[in-house]
């Protein structure tokens, strides 16, 4: 048998172990550290917010709208 790894059914050989069952201080693992960084290293994403072209498209497509019915309106 591995002595590294005791087998459960015998908790009396199994170290670390106080009697009754307990783990005493100390002989725990440390706790988990955060996952943040465990994902892949992404430096392609885009910046946040519009780009300029963009914006001035829609502003001229608005602003065509807009003279197209102020010209519809003046027409009546």
Same mark, same amino acid.
């Given at each position: 048998m591995d002595e590294k790894? #005791?087998?459960p &059914? &015998?908790?009396g050989h199994t170290p670390g172990l106080e009697p009754?069952?307990?783990v005493p201080p100390g002989e725990t #693992? #440390?706790?988990e550290d955060s996952t943040a960084g465990a994902g892949p290293d992404e430096h392609h994403? #885009?910046?946040k917010g519009w780009a300029k072209a963009p914006v001035i498209i829609?502003?001229?497509l608005v602003l065509l709208f807009l003279i197209y019915f102020v010209a519809w309106a003046v027409e009546l």
């Open positions: 790894y #005791p087998d &059914e &015998e908790p009754g069952g307990q #693992p #440390p706790g994403n #885009p910046p829609i502003g001229v």
